[in-house]
């Protein structure tokens, strides 16, 4: 993988699910609500001063959300951090740089 170019769409994986994890509650307080599933089912990742995780989450029924997520270099030793998030998506949105 180059650095600065995000990688393919790749099925989730348990660190993914992790990392989604982490978030959720940032998530459901920038929207308000709980979300009954939180279900990652792809990702991209990309190499920038730490690691950009793009993230396709099933929040329940046909609705979808998609995560960007940081996590900075060990050394600086910060938390993750829900950078950005897109709501209303659905299955078959592509999961691309936002």
Known sequence: MMCGAPSAVQPATAKTQYIADQVRSQ???K?????PVFKAVWFKSQVVAGTNYFIKVHVGDENFVHLRVFISLPHENKPLTLSNYQTNKAKHDELSYF
Do not use: A, P, S
């Open 27 to 29: 998530l459901q307080e």
């Open 31 to 35: 929207e308000n609500k709980k979300f």
